[in-house]
Structure formats: C-alpha cells, structure tokens
C-alpha cells in the first residue's frame, strides 16, 4: 500500500495573503502566493526589498502575529494547516519541526547572554536534555557548523564572534532539534563574498546530510544558482516566475527576472563598468496600480499591461509558470520594446539587450 503522506508535499501554501493595517491604510505584503514544497527539497525565492519574500516565510511559520496583521489562504505542514494552530501549538513547532535563520545575526541573537545558553535552550526545552548533555549537543553542534575551538566559542557573547560565527551559531540554533522544514531568510546579509560562499555551502550540506526542506531566501538570483531545485520570482507581493532552477536560467521569460539578472555584477565585465539597476521603484503596496505590477518598470510594457493584471499560468512547459501579457523574447516583446525605445521610454533607454540574456548556470560568484 502507498504511504500518501510520504507522497505528499512537505508544505503546501495556497492563496496565502498577509495585510498589515496602519493609520495610512491596509498595507498587502503577500497578495495570493501558493507554492508547494517537497521533502529534502530546496525552493528559492527571490526578490528585491520590498517584494514580500521575508512576510511570505513569517506568515508560514506564523510568526507575524499581531491584531494588526491579517494573514488568510492555506499553509498545510505534514498534513496539517498551520494557520489555523494557536500560539502555543506553533511553539510546539518553531525548532523542532520548523526553524528560521534570521538575515541579521547580531539581532536574533540575545547580545546578553552567552551563546552556550543560546544553544542549549531549545535543546532542554524539546528534547528534555539535562545541562551536562545539553552542553555537549551544544558542542557538537558548533563542531559542525565549522565554528572552532566550540568549547571556548560556547562561553562567549555574540559579540565577541565575527559576523561570520555569528551567523553559524545562528545556524547551530536552528538546526539543534532537527527539524524537516528550514527558512533560511537573507543568510549571507552583511557578510564579505568569501564567508557567504562559506555559509551557503554549509546550509547546502547540512540539508543534504538531514534530507531537510529548506526555503531560501535572497536578493540575488545568484545565490539560487546551483543551489535550489525551483526558483519562486517575487515582485510586490505576488509570484511573477515560478519554474525548476535550471529551467529559469536557461529560459527567463519575465521581465522582472531578466531584470534582477542584468543587475548582478560580473568578473567579465571591464573594472568601472556602470552597474545596470533597475529603473523606477517598487509599487506602493497600499494602493498597487492596476494591471501588472512592473509595468511601471518594464521596458516592454504595452496598453494591455497597464490596463490588465496578468495570471499566473502554465506555459509550453507545465513546471514553467509566468504571470506576464509581453515575455521576455517573444515577438510582443520585441515590438512594444522597440516602440518604448522610439518613444524615449526612460526604462527602455536604460536597458541593452545584448547583456540581458544568459545560459543556464551563468551567473559569477
């Protein structure tokens, strides 16, 4: 007989949508994503500040609580619909079914207590541990989040470690009660290139090692690269790209994620190369403009996008989804950037196509 819960989705989020209520009106953070995440897989979602990345991973493990947010839609875990549990169900959770690594190290961790106590608190709370074996957990687990010498690091304070460890114990934190479902929400924040590289290897073996789901989540589409199995686009709340990772680098069709491609530095660019950004600004989410959400900053932006918000659908390829009325390399987008280009459109002026486009896999660093 077939486990069906084995078969299942680890998670599953459908029309999941937040809103924060303030004096200035309903602000929609997350505006009907659904997703759904297998287990031992890796999801990347991407996005620039402001996209909903970070409200979407908190409104799963509910840590946006508050009576001025409203979160609505489905978020099923293991079978069960986690927006719908109490408070003191969810603590339940938090550690050793579900953990999150917060993207600013130096403000998750309490900067008066010892990491020793930071570690081994969750251990004594869930696995019932006594101080003695607490304490060697502890130890093992800075061993292998290749934090040296652990017994000396285990009496120090959070700030007497580098960025760096910092962001390990962190790690060591929310790997301690071995949970199946991680959020790793901006882990390489603040850190120099040579220890991002360090601490997105180290997430990358300790979800193989545990066969834990992990949900990444990053500014930089080349922090995905090689290193999730699908890739989630967000802009403005809502899911504009949705396609296997290889897939959407081999074959980028929303202008937004060509976009956040063009604007990552590469070493085969001559020194003082201008950087390409990406014009204009994100929408007011309060009051978002009709149509498409990036039109605004689209360089192949015609009458239909302003006018009508485009569905996220199945393309020729049935993992590849795309919410978009011109895709990238189709002739309507050929046609409406060429008139934009003669119109003076400042966001068509400021791209050149012959730098947008990029193999699979072809991302620096």
């Not at 839609?73 to 079978?79: L, R, Y």
């Not at 890739?231 to 980028?252: C, I, K, N, Q, R």
């Not at 393309?315 to 990238?328: E, I, K, S």
Request: proline share 7%.
């Amino acid at each position: 007989m077939v486990d069906q819960a084995a078969n299942s989705p680890l998670l599953k989020v459908d029309d999941l949508r937040t809103t924060f209520t303030i004096p200035a009106g309903d602000v929609k953070a997350v505006r009907g994503v659904s997703f759904s995440l297998d287990r031992g897989k890796t999801l990347g979602i991407v996005g620039e500040s402001g996209s909903g990345k970070t409200v979407l991973a908190r409104s799963v493990m509910r840590l946006n609580l508050g009576t001025n947010v409203t979160t609505t839609g489905t978020a099923v875990f293991e079978g069960t619909d986690v927006l719908t549990r109490s408070p003191a169900e969810m603590r339940q959770l938090w550690g050793t079914e579900m953990a999150m690594v917060f993207q600013d190290p130096m403000t998750s961790l309490n900067p008066l207590v010892r990491v020793q106590r930071q570690v081994t608190e969750h251990l004594c709370r869930h696995l019932n541990l006594n101080r003695s074996e607490a304490r060697q957990a502890a130890v093992d687990l800075l061993r292998e989040v290749r934090i040296p010498d652990p017994e000396t690091r285990l009496r120090s304070f959070p700030h007497e470690l580098s960025g760096g460890m910092r962001q390990r114990v962190c790690i060591a934190v929310a790997l301690a009660c071995a949970p199946s479902l991680l959020f790793a929400d901006e882990p390489t924040t603040a850190l120099d290139v040579t220890v991002q590289h360090q601490i997105l290897n180290l997430l990358s073996r300790e979800q193989a090692d545990r066969e834990m789901a992990m949900v990444l989540v990053t500014h930089d589409l080349g922090v995905v690269a090689g290193r999730t199995d699908d890739t989630m686009v967000m802009y403005a709340g809502t899911v504009v790209e949705h396609a296997p990772t290889a897939s959407l680098f081999a074959d980028m069709r929303h202008p937004y994620s060509e976009a956040l491609m063009r604007s990552i530095p590469r070493t085969s660019f001559p020194s003082h190369t201008r950087l390409a950004a990406i014009t204009g600004r994100p929408p007011d989410l309060i009051d978002p403009p009709t149509g498409c959400d990036f039109s605004p900053r689209c360089p192949y932006v015609q009458d239909q996008c302003v006018n009508e918000e485009p569905p996220l659908v199945e393309t020729d390829d049935p993992t590849h989804r795309l919410a978009c009325w011109t895709p990238v390399g189709s002739p309507e987008a050929r046609v409406a950037f060429e008139k934009n280009l003669a119109a003076g459109l400042r966001q068509a002026v400021a791209v050149d196509l012959s730098t947008t486009r990029s193999p699979a896999g072809g991302v620096d660093g």
